[in-house]
C-alpha cells in the first residue's frame, strides 16, 4: 500500500513527476541510497539553487552547480537522517508533511511545486520539524521526466509581501 495517494491519477505526465518526486524520492531519501533516483537527472544541465529559508531572490545562491555537489549533499543529508531515532516511521512521516499537488507543463517542460509541512516525533519526545518549499524544474526526454534543477528551502508559506 502507497504511504500517500497520487494525485494525478488520470494525467500520465503529472503522475510519473509526482511518482518521481514523493514515492521515489522519499524512499531515496530514507534508505540512502541515491541509485534509486540518479536517473531521474539530467546531470549535463542541472542546477541547484538554495533559497536559504529567504522570500527574497537576493538571498538565493546556487549551492549546487553540479549534479555531483548536489548528490553529495543528499547523501549527507540522508545519511545524517538515519542516525536520528524517531518514536515514528520516518518514511510514513515525511509522506504525511509532503504535498505535491500543483504541475505546470508547457512542452516538454515542467515546474513542480512541492511542499513540506509536518512533523515527525523524535524518540527524545521532541519533533522533527519539515517546513519548506521547493520549485523543480523538469524537462521531458525520449518520454521520461527528469530533473534539470531546482529553488529549494524556500519558506512555506510564502509571506505575503502586499
Known amino acids: ?33 541515491w541509485s534509486m533516483v540518479e536517473g531521474d537527472f539530467i546531470a549535463d544541465d542541472f542546477m541547484g539553487i538554495n533559497g536559504n529559508k529567504n522570500d527574497n531572490p537576493d538571498g538565493w545562491t546556487i549551492s549546487y552547480p553540479t549534479l555531483a555537489q548536489y548528490r553529495d549533499e543528499w547523501l549527507r543529508q540522508a545519511h545524517e537522517g538515519q542516525k536520528v531515532v524517531y518514536a515514528e516511521d520516518q518514511e510514513a512521516g515525511i509522506h504525511r508533511a509532503t504535498s505535491l499537488t500543483e504541475i505546470e507543463i508547457t512542452g516538454e517542460r515542467a515546474i513542480a511545486h512541492k511542499k513540506f509541512k509536518g512533523e515527525i516525533a523524535l524518540a527524545d519526545g521532541g519533533k522533527d ?15 521520461q521526466w527528469k530533473l534539470t534543477g531546482f529553488v529549494g528551502y524556500l519558506p512555506y508559506p510564502m509571506p505575503n509581501r502586499g
Open 1 to 33: 500500500m502507497s504511504l500517500s495517494t497520487n494525485p494525478f491519477p488520470n494525467d500520465a505526465d503529472r503522475s510519473a513527476i509526482w511518482t518521481m518526486l514523493v514515492p521515489r524520492d522519499i524512499k531515496a531519501f530514507v534508505n540512502a541510497d
Open 129 to 143: 520539524v519539515l517546513n519548506w518549499q521547493t520549485l523543480y524544474f523538469c524537462r521531458k526526454v525520449d518520454g
